[in-house]
């Protein structure tokens, strides 16, 4: 079979490794500061568990390389203003949004989305990172160095926060995971739920991630995250690769979105895989492992062995029973065992499970 390297040394790219090994796909990840010649054959495949990378000698040669999947989409996707441009030309919803080049427009800005607003750096921003909440009176903090290298967005007060996840195969078939809905703490995902029900909403996200795969002709994981509002439903941004609000699927699905990725850059038989619901996931961030986590039998801990400190995502724990009264128990009594700024989430995580 053929090799698989994945640009990225991360906790994604050891989970795409692990999803390969049952299927005896040899998977090597590569350290993004790399400087080793590989042997890579024009048989093998090159893919990323990251959208950006520092432009080196040795990216630079890995992302010309022909069996690099998904090449052309990255630039366009890693960049948010190109991800705008491309999704308005689709005729997509997105959230409202405009580039900022300079101080002078800031009176413009405020007079079209409002008295706040949330400016985001054009590439290289992750779980919130490289983000400002900006109002006329806090311009200071916007670094002046990002005018040209920024984005502007109105601030959405959405209802809910959701993410689709879905793969094309080479023959263009899409097949879609359930919508996710996802709790988020600073700009960083907290919990993610699938609920045991079919929403009117599935089919019409999954007309736009399918559209927007098909026009890329990309092939693989790619993942849409939403806003749902009163008014409907705004893209918030794409996502090129396996993504963390789909991690649940190592426990509830057949296929998760590791080996599905593997599945379609290979061109193996993807089908739609068997779902488990509902699921819940819950990020590990910044605490030490803790063996009370494996006591309860619903509870599966994917821990990734990395150093600890604050705020980082160090594993995820997933739950996945359709027995409700297992199901609370088991969030109640991590209430009790992690650390105190995990209730908000887990009680947000309880009260999604009431809507089913
Ligand atoms: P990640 O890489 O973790 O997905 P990110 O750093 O790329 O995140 P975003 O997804 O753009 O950044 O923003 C992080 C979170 O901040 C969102 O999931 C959402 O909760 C909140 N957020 C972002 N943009 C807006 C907006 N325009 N209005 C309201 N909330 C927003
Ligand atoms: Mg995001």
Not at 15 to 23: D, K, S, T, V, Y
Not at 272 to 283: Q, S, T
Not at 301 to 329: A, C, Q
Request: with cysteine.
């Amino acid at each position: 079979m053929k090799i698989v390297y994945v640009l990225g040394t991360g906790q994604l790219g050891c989970m795409l490794r692990q999803a390969g090994e049952p299927l005896g796909i040899t998977i090597y990840l590569l350290d993004i500061d790399g400087k080793i010649e590989i042997p890579i054959e024009k048989k093998d495949l090159i893919t990323s568990e990251v959208e950006y990378w520092p432009n080196t000698e040795f990216t630079r040669k890995l992302t010309v390389n022909d069996s690099f999947i998904n090449r052309d989409t990255f630039p366009i996707v890693s960049d948010r203003l190109m991800q705008k441009q491309f999704l308005d030309r689709l005729g997509l919803p997105t959230v409202p949004w405009a580039p900022i080049f300079s101080s002078s427009q800031w009176n413009q800005i405020f007079a079209l989305f409002g008295a706040s607003v949330i400016v985001k750096q054009r590439t290289g921003g992750y779980n919130g990172k490289g983000q400002w909440n900006i109002s006329s009176n806090s311009l200071s903090l916007f670094p002046k160095k990002f005018y040209g290298n920024a984005i502007v967005e109105q601030k959405i007060n959405f209802t809910d926060e959701v993410s689709l996840i879905g793969s094309r195969g080479y023959d263009g078939k899409v097949i879609f995971y359930p919508l996710t809905y996802n709790f988020h703490q600073d700009g960083i995902l907290r919990v993610s739920v699938v609920l045991d029900n079919e929403t009117s909403i599935q089919r019409e996200v999954e007309c736009m991630l399918a559209s927007i795969m098909h026009m890329l002709d990309y092939i693989g994981i790619m993942t849409m995250e939403c806003f749902l509002t009163q008014k409907g439903i705004l893209i918030n941004e794409l996502a090129p690769r396996v993504h963390n609000s789909g991690h649940w699927t190592q426990d509830g699905a057949s296929i998760n979105q590791f080996e599905m990725h593997l599945r379609a850059i290979l061109n193996l038989p993807m089908p739609a895989p068997i779902i488990y619901k509902p699921a819940i996931m819950l990020n590990l961030l910044g605490i030490n492992m803790n063996t009370a986590w494996l006591y309860d039998p619903i509870i599966r801990l994917h821990w990734y062995n990395k150093e600890v400190y604050s705020f980082r995502k160090v594993g995820h724990l997933n739950l996945v029973t359709d027995n409700p009264i297992k199901m609370n128990m088991a969030l109640d009594r991590l209430k009790i065992i992690l650390p105190s700024d995990y209730v908000t989430g887990i009680s947000w995580a309880q009260n999604q499970l009431k809507r089913v």
